[in-house]
């Protein structure tokens, strides 16, 4: 894929993870809104930010863009993942070095995040990796199988330190 689909792509889904930030309160706290929003500060809340806005938008270009690779379900779904861990892990080490968050550090940690689901996107298209129908249906599944997550724990989260808001 071209770099101005990656250029866009960074763009669209800064712009639309950060508002969607908001969209629990601007809904009203609405429940349905509250499975793929953030419904409170935890970490796995924010992972929100970056999952739903990147589905959608990958779903978009699937559907729109007419040269795709064959692994591109199985690379934008790897890299959705990707991205998420980035974000855990650069959150939880430096909050892990510094004993405290800041909220300039928590804003780069989302677009760090997108930067790294971008580039690993981008190098398992370019590389081919992911080609099979079982690669595609797993990245499908396990897609799946988050979103249902998402939603359960949004409103009954595990009593585990990823899941607690720190307001």
Partial sequence: ????????????????????????????NSAVIGIIA???????????????PSL?????EYFSVPEKPENYISASIAGIFAGM????????TYTGIIGKNFM?????SYFFGLFIMLYTKHKIIQ????LSAASKYFFIILTAISSVL?????FYPPDIAIFVSPV
């Fill in 56 to 60: 959608i938008y990958s779903a978009a």
């Fill in 104 to 108: 300039v550090l928590d804003i780069f």
């Fill in 127 to 130: 590389h081919g990796y992911f």
């Fill in 1 to 28: 894929m071209k770099a101005k689909y990656y250029i866009t792509e960074f763009i669209i889904i800064g712009i639309c993870g950060t508002l969607w930030h908001f969209l629990y309160e601007w809904t009203g």
């Fill in 150 to 154: 998402f939603g359960i724990w949004s």
């Fill in 85 to 92: 861990a980035a974000i855990t892990s650069f959150f939880y």
């Fill in 38 to 52: 953030p419904v409170n500060e935890s970490t796995w809340e924010h992972l929100k930010l970056l999952f739903f």
